[in-house]
């Protein structure tokens, strides 16, 4: 078995415990999206990786709202846990599996109500330090997490272009901002960003519009499944180069509290992402100013970074006039 650990955070950004970006998203402007649907008829929407955390809150609020939903998920008992809630329809589906991806795609099509939206959701994580962490380990998490969704949008292509759909994925904060012994799942999830780019310029001459929606950490079960997780596997980073490192995390994660808000703010964006007239490229769902700021002045940290070296560096009016023209296309919300 690999060392799994549900949509884990860098240590580095325990700040971002609770996701919220609430202002970006006020309840008016979701659910007017939602009533929408409901009277042109519902829409049917396949979110992977549904049994629990955010892939269960997005679930259970879209059938919640009249939508058909198919729910990926593994195990047994959570395909019948899903089952039992009504407009959900469960999927036995394991993103790295092509065989069940193929069947899944057999049963949407021959449900007969298309395919509206989808969201990439299913994703695992292995904590290592880069220079230590096995090659298996970091393949595993690489096939999860970036080639799951690469095979399960291949596959549902054909049906999200017949409906004009949307496609959204789940990335992380931890694709921005990175931090020790979180290097393989914030590879993976820097991936995330990558593919929806260039997915979203390739899929707008269909009219499908395709975004990423970025959170930290919610109300799930993500630290308790790690330390049962690494317990199991005996993963203490005992006797090697960042054995204080670990020591830290597994401490940090012993008195962490789940004591957080439910992951309701994610699902509000891509409620947003999958029914909104104009839904944007990219979501970040933080709950305060602080955490914000961390994750935006990472990304002015590395454009400062790209700009020191190259033989045609701008000045600060230069990039002052750049910022003020992008702030025109992509305005903050006031």
């Known amino acids: 078995m690999k060392i799994t650990i549900r949509h884990p955070l860098p240590l580095s950004m325990c700040l971002f415990i609770c996701l919220g970006w609430c202002a970006m998203f006020m309840a008016s402007s979701v659910w007017a999206a939602t009533d929408n ?27 919640a709202s009249g939508f058909i939903v198919y729910a990926g998920a593994r195990k047994q008992a959570d395909l019948d846990s899903l089952n039992a809630i009504e407009n959900i329809q469960a999927i036995r589906l394991d993103v790295t599996i092509q065989d069940e991806i193929d069947a899944a795609v057999q049963t949407v099509t021959e449900a007969g109500h298309g395919l509206y939206g989808l969201v990439n959701n ?45 496609i959204t994925n789940i990335g992380s904060v931890s694709g921005i901002v990175s931090g020790v012994l979180y290097g393989p799942y914030s590879m993976s999830k820097h991936a995330i960003e990558a593919y929806t780019d260039s997915l979203a310029e390739e899929m707008a001459k269909f009219g499908v519009a395709v975004n990423v929606v970025d959170p930290g950490g919610y109300r799930t079960s993500i630290r308790k499944n790690s330390l049962e997780t690494m317990k199991q596997r005996d993963i203490t980073g005992e006797g090697t180069l960042f054995e204080e490192e670990m020591t830290r995390m597994l401490d940090a994660f012993q008195q962490y509290s789940e004591d957080v808000k439910a992951p309701d703010q994610v699902t509000d964006a891509v409620v947003h992402a999958l029914f909104d007239p104009k ?56």
């Not at 955010?54 to 259970?60: P, S």
């Open 279 to 334: 839904p944007l490229r990219r979501y970040l769902v933080v709950p305060n100013t602080q955490q914000a700021e961390l994750t935006i002045r990472q990304m002015l940290r590395e454009t400062a970074q790209l700009n020191q070296w190259h033989a045609y560096s701008y000045d600060r009016d230069q990039l002052i006039q750049m910022l003020d023209e992008v702030l025109a296309e992509h305005p903050p919300r006031k």
């Open 37 to 63: 649907s409901k009277q042109t008829g519902a829409r049917a929407v396949l979110v992977t990786g549904a049994s629990s955390g955010i892939g269960r809150n997005i679930a259970e609020r879209l059938a």
């Open 122 to 166: 299913a994703g695992v994580g292995v904590l290592g330090p880069m220079i230590e962490v096995e090659e298996s380990d970091l393949h595993f998490v690489l096939d999860v997490n970036v080639y799951g969704p690469y095979r399960v949008t291949r596959a549902f292509a054909p049906l999200i272009i017949e409906s004009k759909g949307r």
